[in-house]
Nanobody, 133 residues
Framework: QVQLVESGGGSVQSGGSLRLSCKAS???????MGWFRQVSGKEREDVAV???????RYADSVKGRFTISRDTDKNTVFLQMNSLKVEDTAMYYC????????????????????????????WGQGTQVTVSS
């Protein structure tokens, strides 16, 4: 079991930045970690994941604008969000998997880590991000 607490959400104008933090109750150095978001009445959207070796993956909608990182000494995962858009408005959730991120190999030895929220077992309560025009 691991408890996750998000912080850093708030209101910002379009083009602004926010940095979300996710503090875990124990070490998550062996866990896949991710950020997801959800607008009320809509399905949860995958945003970014980071594996135990630091490999990252992003949704196309945030690629180049958001950066996920982790500080294993502080049991914390971050989501730096730049160039925010109105459509980024949502409740943002941090999540932890039970192990390293699942991998999808392409047959040549290269692989991507899975971005799917279905791989995650532990969830925080969320932090609201509101972007206004």
């Amino acid at each position: 079991q691991v408890q996750l607490v998000e912080s850093g959400g708030g209101s910002v104008q379009s083009g602004g930045s926010l940095r979300l933090s996710c503090k875990a109750s124990r070490s998550t150095s062996s866990n896949c970690m991710g950020w997801f978001r959800q607008v009320s009445g809509k399905e949860r959207e995958d945003v970014a994941v980071i594996d135990t070796d630091g490999r990252e993956r992003y949704a196309d909608s945030v690629k180049g604008r958001f950066t996920i990182s982790r500080d294993t000494d502080k049991n914390t995962v971050f989501l730096q969000m730049n160039s925010l858009k109105v459509e980024d408005t949502a409740m943002y959730y941090c999540a932890a998997g039970s192990m390293a991120c699942p991998r999808r190999y392409d047959g040549t030895g290269n692989y991507d880590i899975s971005l799917s929220h279905a791989n995650f077992d532990y969830w925080g309560q969320g932090t609201q991000v509101t972007v206004s025009s």
